[in-house]
């Protein structure tokens, strides 16, 4: 249980476990024995294409100069090519990448192994984890 308690721990700012913000992809591989193997893995961002189908398809609504603001406002604002999402088997553990490092940890909810300083996060009421 030692060791589910370390590859669990929420390092706030860095990570959880052996996961560190600003590893490249490959690295979390090595974990996978721990973490659990990629499941899917796909980009963030959605194909020009499809936004523009997904449009004509259900922007009836929206004229032409508002479809074109919408979409120049996804170029603006919407994650760049390199941005990447995978879910790994066994734990609902969702990690995300920026140009091949990790930047986002995501948790189930109904993770009971995941702990800030051996405190169950989500089994605990939140004033017993802070405390």
């Known amino acids: ?20 913000f600003g590893m490249p992809q490959p690295e979390t591989d ?17 194909p020009d294409s499809i936004l523009q189908d997904t449009l004509a398809q259900f922007g009836n609504s929206l004229s032409e100069i508002e479809k074109q603001a919408l979409l120049e406002l996804y170029s603006e604002a919407s994650p760049d ?18 140009k091949d490092r990790l930047v986002e940890i995501i948790l189930s909810i109904d993770h009971k192994l995941a ?10 009421p939140p004033e017993q984890v802070l405390a």
Do not use: C
């Open 30 to 46: 090595k974990y996978a024995g721990v973490y659990g193997k990629v499941l899917r893995s796909g980009s963030d961002r959605i």
């Open 81 to 98: 090519s390199t941005s990447v999402t995978e879910v790994r088997e066994n734990h609902g553990l969702v990690l995300r990448y920026e």
């Open 1 to 20: 249980m030692a060791d589910a308690v370390y590859h669990w721990q929420i390092i706030p700012r860095a990570g959880i476990g052996e996961l560190k």
């Open 115 to 124: 702990n800030l300083d051996a405190k169950g996060v989500f089994v605990l």
